[in-house]
Structures are given as C-alpha cells and as structure tokens.
C-alpha cells in the first residue's frame, strides 16, 4: 500500500496547547500556563510573580542558584534566561527545578515577563 494512502486512512488526533494568559492584579502577575505540569505530585496550572516581595536576599540567591547550575557567558546576569528563571521562581514561591520543568512556550512567557522586572 502506497504510503499516501496508509496516512490517508489513519484518523489524525492532534494534542491542542493553549497559549499562557498573562493577567495582572495588584501588581502581581498572574500566568495561567498552556500546559500544566507536575511537580513533587502536585499539578501547577498558575504561578502568580510578585516581584514587589522580592529583597536583595532573594536577587542574589536566584543569582547564585543560576550561575551555579548555568553557565551564562553574558556580561549582565539580567539577560541571562536562567537568571531571569530563578528570579522567577523566588517572585512565585516555586523551587527552581519547577520553573525549569515548564513546557518552552510557557517558561519563554515566564522568563519575558521577569526580563520586563529586571530591565524596567
């Protein structure tokens, strides 16, 4: 049988992502994840950012976090994406490992809303 008719007699089920929302209350951003994940048994649909809780404990531990699991050839730390991953972990209250195990559009939407806290 010719291949175009194997696929074409094959009922085609495609997985549909959704895109991650972004909202934002009181200063904290909400991100509703296009795909959830689970971490340590529990399921992460959200991760609220407030970066406002943040203290300089807080900026040089996620520095700390990144660089020694990351090597970052950037002369700021700022544009580095596994900087701006730790720094979101600490501004949601997640470990590190959780923001790292997002799906790539998700961690991309996580990391471009703490690049626009750490440049703005």
Do not use: H
């Not at 991760?47 to 020694?68: H, K, P, R």
């Not at 950037?74 to 209250?93: E, R």
């Amino acid at each position: 049988m010719p291949k175009d008719e194997q696929v074409a007699g094959k009922s085609e089920v495609k997985k549909v992502k959704k895109k991650s929302e972004i909202e934002i209350k009181n200063e904290i951003i909400i991100i509703t994840l296009g795909a959830s994940i689970s971490f340590n048994d529990q399921k992460i649909e959200k991760l609220e950012l407030d970066f406002n809780s943040l203290t300089g404990v807080d900026i040089c531990d996620a520095e700390s976090d990144a660089l020694g699991r990351f090597y970052t050839p950037l002369p700021d730390t700022n544009y580095s994406t596994a900087y701006q991953a730790a720094i979101a972990a600490k501004a949601s209250g997640m470990p590190f490992e959780a923001i790292l195990e997002l799906k790539s559009k998700d961690f991309k939407t996580v990391t471009e809303c703490t690049k626009g806290f750490l440049l703005g």
